[in-house]
């Protein structure tokens, strides 16, 4: 097996060869500094703030980035015996909160998410189009279910901690480089100090940024989308509600969500944009949307942050995998990551598993990820941009004259028995066939194809 000197596939070594020299000079690896704030899975594990993990120099594998991608892959290949490090900028898993927290009905069922991180269900979605057209899809069973994002990627994340991983927090990575037959990973530490680690592979799952990917040779995602968002206390919604229109959201859509949180109702408001000022866009969808939810000031709180909604040139490289918002797998629709995200995790533990028990690292031997990926994923993925392009072109008309058709009652039973929350291939085409549907999609490609 290639690697020889460090941890091996199976050998386990972090866990196993620790001295107790080690033990008194490491610091630690550990959840979160405060037990208070690790969420669910506290039953299991109360005292997770004060459990520290070894901290060794050398691993099989080092994720950067502890979201539900990182924490995924970390679990699987920490189960597989490997030893796994996570490395995690901030102190806290989960902590800032940038995502609304929808997840479709689908990914609920399949990773079994505990209802204690659920605050909200969707049974309904209506979609007002900029003329106040509106069409309301409903469905008999929950389509999706809205998390606690932080809670969540804390119940990942002790996952991967029951698995075998090691988790280290406040651990900023700013480079990485190739070493001989490892790779060199240097990150910065709150005091100041620089460490590095040597992994045998890397997987970059450090969320929508590029820097890493750069350095590596893997490139930058082509599109991000930008997004502001803010949780407003009070009630009054129904369901989700999703607001088109240029002067809305230009690019993409604005969103309302109800949820509940320690028996309190809330509305979680976002706009997803090409606009640079998305946080302005924001702040007039709460004001004309909300009004009576705003604090005294009238000024939303909001946080901003991106999507990456295209995939970069390539997601693997020699002894390097990417994964998640790094890897750009985010549904080009609607800009929900959480599921593709961790769907592309496991398909990159699994290639990585099968790299460590050829000893092979090469490029070409982890080539096999974006396949697999691309198998799961790609063609919804192609199929969703097509229409995210031929949206970006509708005038504020267009949108109005398709929400009056989606109205109709043939055409509305027809699409919903298309609507999926998570796979958009099959709308979009039904879409892309019906004519009265098509003609208003393709409308600007005839009448303004100067747009093109
Ligand atoms: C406003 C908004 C709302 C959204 N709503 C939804 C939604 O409702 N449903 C949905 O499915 N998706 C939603 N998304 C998208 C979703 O949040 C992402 O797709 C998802 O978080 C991707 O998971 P990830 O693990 O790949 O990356 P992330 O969750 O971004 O995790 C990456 C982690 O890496 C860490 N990190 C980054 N750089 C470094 C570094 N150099 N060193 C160490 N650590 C690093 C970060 O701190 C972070 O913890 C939303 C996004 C936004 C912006």
Known sequence: ???????????????????????ESQSAFMLSGNA???????DREPTAGARSLEMKASFD????????????AATHLAAEGLAVGVLEEHATIGEPVDCTGVIGAEACDRFAIPQELIVGSVGAVTIHSPGGVTATHRSSQPMAHVVDRGKFDRWIARQAQDAGASMLLSARVTDIEYDDRHLRVVCQRPEGERQTYRAAVVILASGPRFALQERLGLGVCPLLWKSAHAELPGDGLPHPQV??????APGAFGWAVPIRRDGRPWVRVGVNSHAADVQRYLQKLCAERFPHLLPGDGVVQSRSWVIPVVPPPTTYGERVLAVGDAAGQVKSTSG????????SAQLAA?????????????????AVYEKRWRARLGLDLKIGTLFRRLFTRMTDRDMDDLLRALREEEVSSQVSEKVSFDWHRELVLFVLKHPKLARILLRPLWDRPSAA
Do not use: C, Q
């Not at 208070?36 to 506290?42: S, W």
């Not at 980035?65 to 995924?72: I, L, Q």
């Open 336 to 343: 929900g990551g959480i599921y593709f995200g961790i769907l």
């Open 61 to 72: 594998v080092l994720v950067i980035g502890g979201g539900p991608a990182g924490s995924t």
């Open 350 to 366: 699994e290639t990585v598993a099968e790299a460590f028990r050829r000893g092979d690292f090469r490029r070409t031997a982890l």
């Open 1 to 23: 097996m290639a690697d020889s000197g460090y941890a091996y596939w199976g050998s386990n070594l972090g866990r196993a060869t620790k001295t107790n020299a080690e033990r």
């Open 243 to 248: 607001y088109l229109g240029r002067e809305v």
């Open 36 to 42: 208070a704030e690790t969420g669910a899975g506290e």
